[in-house]
């Protein structure tokens, strides 16, 4: 079971559980603690926190070119995940333009490592310029090392690497920090020097969403790969990365829902974002953009144990008790499945999914005329224009074959239309 009792407007879980030396170029971005829970261990989710970095300005534009987003990307970001998500974004864990020195990210880290508790979940968010330098011996490339770029540097990254934040070394410092859970996300060129190295953990996972949660995770997203650059903006997204577009565009449309039908990184829509399906969603329209050419990467890095943090939009009452009906329905729980149905159609009676409910249970209890009755409703809803759970097909198929089962049986509703 999950437990979260700090924010009344996301629902709890346990009923939802389902079956990361080259110069700046213009326009892109170069230049085991605790255990896992048991199947029936209590997980309880605390904060999530949102710290954020976004660099336009250097003070060295001859070495490291003025961007347009990267400010705008954090901002959006934020605002994303406060509304949409509940998120605690403190202003002090934002930093931007002259405020991004590396001194300040050192201090950002620490703050966040004494305020960070056991059960809470970050988000690690940086845009602005990414570079990579690499190791020669004999002409060969022996080694490539991933450096972000913060305010404050005066030479070039061949001439005092020092200057710079090592990849590296900064996923190792957010890996130690208390929290359960780090999403690191890097909108960058060479932001993909993440997963090289000893940090480049790939892959997906099928567990449950119970045992996700419980497990601790520390995984990165990067804009591009290790190779490549990353459009600081574009025709998608103007004010915003291509990356960072289509990423807050994705968690938009999961907490709205998927309105208008537009896809959504929750495929199933059952209110919960896992970082593997947003990777999926993001990497996607990234990839198809026009004139891309950069691919996101997604893994793992130190400390990880095969968890994720998993966002939650906000759910209607009547829906989670619906979803919850019918997955019971389908996995042949009938007593669950009435449970559900009960509660929730004392919320909400009328419309499609009460009466495909109200079928459903008839199904169950061979009840023919209330089966025939819940099916004539959705064809008067769906001939109304009303989405209904049936397709046109299976609905036409269970009507009539309602319709002879109660002529055969003699039951009231066969005469009715």
Not at 9 to 36: K, Y
Not at 367 to 389: F, K, N, W, Y
Request: glycine share 8%; proline share 4%.
């Amino acid at each position: 079971m999950i437990r979260r009792p700090f924010a009344p407007t996301l629902l709890a879980l346990a009923a939802l559980v389902a079956p990361l030396m080259v110069s700046a170029q213009d326009a892109t971005r170069s230049n085991e603690i605790g255990r896992p829970a048991g199947k029936d261990q209590e997980v309880t989710i605390g904060r999530y926190v949102f710290a954020g970095i976004g660099i336009d300005a250097y003070e060295t534009p001859d070495i490291w070119k003025t961007l347009d987003n990267a400010v705008n990307d954090v901002d959006r970001m934020r605002e994303t995940l406060r509304d949409a998500y509940n998120f605690d974004t403190p202003d002090e864990w934002i930093l931007r333009n002259e405020h991004a020195t590396q001194n300040a990210i050192r201090q950002l880290i620490d703050d966040l490592g004494q305020n960070l508790q056991p059960d809470d979940n970050l988000i690690f968010f940086y845009a602005g310029h990414g570079a990579e330098r690499a190791t020669v011996f004999d002409g060969e490339i022996v080694s490539r090392t991933g450096y972000l770029v913060p305010v404050g540097v005066k030479a070039s990254l061949e001439d005092s690497p020092s200057q710079y934040l090592e990849i590296g070394r900064l996923l190792a410092d957010l890996a130690a920090l208390p929290a359960r859970h780090v999403l690191v996300i890097l909108d960058s060129c060479y932001s993909g020097m993440a997963l090289d190295g000893d940090f480049k953990t790939r892959g997906g996972t099928t567990q449950q969403v119970t045992d996700l949660i419980g497990r601790r995770s520390r995984r990165v997203l990067t804009s591009a790969q290790s190779d490549q650059l990353a459009a600081d903006g574009g025709a998608d997204f103007p004010d915003n990365s291509l990356f960072t577009g289509w990423l807050t565009e994705g968690l938009r449309r999961a907490a709205s829902g998927g309105e208008d039908g537009q896809p959504t990184p929750d495929a199933n829509d059952d209110g919960m974002i896992t970082v593997t399906e947003l990777f999926s969603f993001v990497s996607g329209r990234v990839g198809a953009a026009s004139g891309s050419r950069q691919t996101p990467d997604f893994g793992a890095f130190k400390f990880d144990n095969r968890g994720e943090l998993v966002l939650m939009r906000e759910i209607e009452p009547f829906d989670d008790l619906y979803s919850e009906a019918v997955r019971a329905f389908e996995e042949g729980k009938f007593d669950a499945f009435f449970i559900a149905t009960e509660e929730a159609l004392d919320i909400e009676s009328v419309g499609a999914r009460p009466s495909y409910l109200r079928y459903l249970g008839a199904r169950i209890d061979d009840e023919l005329a209330v089966a025939l009755t819940a099916l004539r409703d959705l064809s008067t809803l769906a001939e109304a224009g009303e989405a209904v759970p049936l397709s046109a097909g299976e609905l036409m198929i269970e009507l009539r074959r309602a319709e002879r089962q109660c002529q055969k049986a003699g039951c009231a509703a066969a005469a009715g239309n």
